[in-house]
């Protein structure tokens, strides 16, 4: 089956169940394959953020530690 590039559209002129391919900057994509591209790439961005944040929690501990033990 081709792609197409609006799913509804074939639906209707062609009367069938839609295909699992769609076109991406001019590319036959399978839709569930780029679909689970972009959600593991938001749980990276997103594990990245909490990372830092957690990083930066770690290092503002430590220099609060670091001061109350000079004292």
């Known amino acids: 089956m081709e792609c197409v590039d609006n799913v509804e559209k074939q639906q209707i002129f062609q009367n069938i169940p839609p295909s699992n ?3 991406i900057n001019g590319e036959c994509k399978e839709q569930n394959v780029e ?5 593991k790439m938001m749980t990276n961005k997103e594990e990245q953020k909490q990372n830092l ?8 501990l ?4 670091v001061k109350k033990n000079k004292k």
């Open 21 to 23: 391919c769609i076109k």
């Open 35 to 39: 679909q689970e591209k972009q959600e």
């Open 62 to 65: 430590d220099y609060q530690n």
């Open 53 to 60: 944040k957690n990083k930066k929690r770690k290092k503002k």
